[in-house]
Each structure stands twice: as structure tokens, then as C-alpha cells.
């Protein structure tokens, strides 16, 4: 169990680590008025960044309920 909760840790902080990398400060620029609004293909490395994010989010919810069931 102990182990578990560690790689949740871990987990979480490459999920953190990963999120912040990829908000390049356009958290509010989609908004009418600017010139990226409508703007939400992904290409090459924020394509990459995307997909690893959804990975380790899909892996963390499932080690977490996995978790919830061991305890």
C-alpha cells in the first residue's frame, strides 16, 4: 500500500509538471479580440504533450480507485 501511495505521488507531480509546461501563458487568450481565438489544433510537440497528459491522468484515476479498493 505504502508503495502505491508514493507512485500516486509521483504521479501527481509529473501530471503538475507536464500541465505546467504547456501553459504558455494562453490560458485567456482564445478570448474574442485576439488573434488565436478559434485556435485549438495541436501540433507536434503540444500534440505529444497533450496525449502524455491524457495518459498519466488515465493512469492516475485508475491507480487511484485501485488504491480505494486495497484499502
Do not use: N, W
Amino acid at each position: 500500500m505504502q508503495l502505491l501511495s508514493i507512485l500516486l505521488l509521483i504521479l501527481s507531480l509529473l501530471i503538475i509538471i507536464v500541465v505546467m509546461i504547456q501553459a504558455k501563458g494562453t490560458g485567456l487568450s482564445i478570448v474574442p479580440g485576439t488573434g488565436d481565438f478559434g485556435k485549438f489544433e495541436r501540433r507536434g510537440g503540444e500534440l505529444v504533450l497533450h496525449r502524455i497528459t491524457i495518459g498519466l491522468i488515465v493512469l492516475f484515476v485508475v491507480m487511484s480507485i485501485i488504491a480505494y479498493f486495497i484499502a
